[in-house]
């Protein structure tokens, strides 16, 4: 489910109010003492509690409803991350299953899983790939569809990673490489200081620039046919013309002694930034960025996956973790991921 916005009408809990310091509403004659309680209204006119939820007021200032938090998107979320659409006295009339990110992949050495809800289960799908390198080279659009680069050779599959076809067998390989396709037909390839775009299966590539930085700590990420970002050490760069021109955003980012890090863009202005143990947000391309969380263990530089600007994974060697708020609070998915130190693992859900 893509991009469920509603237009929630909370009748009969907002009311009169005059605006206090720090955001804090100060009552009315009908209201709770909002400041000692702790609650705020935020952008969308919500009362939000200390701990996120939604609270919900009677006409005598009585709470009657809690457990409800409103995600990025301004979706009225439950605890379970099903969305939810309330009437003026605050009851659940509707609870709509929250379908995004249920399907997954996950490799690790030469085998590749699957999973249809959300981590908790996944099944082998193929357990003979040409594992070669530490680098990016699996992507999948949808559930059936995807891609695998083995050295010089290309593959796609169509029934979930069971069966691969041979697309190319002479990509220019090297042990910095990157492969993220955008839609079936079309994407790209970066090896090193160059950038393929394909529009074609993979078929045939054509040389978009040859001259991108390159290092221990270089990620690509396109969102679509034309719009991609190009991170390299403290700087980060965004194309809108495939690749050919790239504009500077922000020469300011964190990096750890290690050089290990993330970079994942969901649409053309909202990514996330993983480095060492934190979690960063942006929503203007990449210019500003607001530290989400703290204290993930780090595992490796590709365990982490988001499908919109709420549902994200992290995996953490043997555990799993969701997060349906941004990366502001995880929860434990699964505890038993298969996961040996030497090989390198990968994370990818799909929306």
Do not use: A
């Amino acid at each position: 489910m893509k991009n469920i916005i509603y237009t929630l009408i909370f009748l009969g809990f907002l009311f009169s109010c005059t605006k206090g310091p720090g955001g804090i509403y100060e009552p009315t004659n009908t209201e709770p003492n909002l400041d000692s309680l702790g609650i705020v209204i935020d952008s969308l006119g919500n009362y939000i509690d200390s701990l996120g939820n939604v609270v919900i007021f009677d006409e005598n200032g009585n709470i009657f409803s809690l457990g409800i938090t409103v995600d990025s998107l301004g979706n009225y979320i439950d605890s379970v991350g099903n969305i939810v659409v309330l009437d003026s006295l605050g009851n659940i009339i509707v609870t709509v299953p929250n379908l995004s990110g249920l399907v997954g992949y996950y490799i690790v050495g030469d085998k590749l899983f699957k999973t249809t809800n959300s981590g908790i289960d996944w099944t082998l799908q193929n357990q003979n790939l040409d594992y070669f390198n530490n680098e990016r080279n699996i992507s999948f659009i949808n559930e059936t569809t995807g891609y695998y680069q083995t050295n010089e050779e290309l593959y796609k599959t169509t029934d979930s990673g069971i069966n691969w076809i041979l697309q190319n067998e002479n990509i220019n390989y090297s042990d910095f490489s990157y492969l993220n396709f955008v839609n079936e037909t079309t994407g790209y390839y970066m090896s090193m200081d160059y950038l393929y775009k394909s529009l074609d299966y993979g078929i045939n590539w054509e040389l978009q620039n040859d001259e991108l930085d390159w290092g221990d700590n270089t990620h690509i990420s396109f969102v679509n046919e034309t719009t991609g970002y190009h991170q390299i050490y403290e700087e980060i760069y965004k194309t809108t013309d495939s690749g050919i021109n790239w504009v500077l955003k922000n020469d300011n980012l964190e990096v750890e002694g290690s050089g290990f890090s993330n970079l994942i863009f969901i649409n053309e202005t909202t990514g996330y930034y993983h480095v060492g143990n934190k979690l960063y947000i942006t929503f203007d391309s990449g210019y500003n960025w607001t530290l989400q969380y703290e204290d993930i263990p780090y595992s490796n530089e590709f365990n982490l996956s988001f499908v919109n600007e709420s549902i994200g994974y992290i995996q953490v060697q043997e555990e799993l973790l969701k997060t349906i708020d941004s990366g502001v609070t995880w929860t434990l998915q699964n505890s038993n991921l298969e996961f040996t130190p030497s090989e390198h693992s990968y994370l990818i859900f799909i929306e």
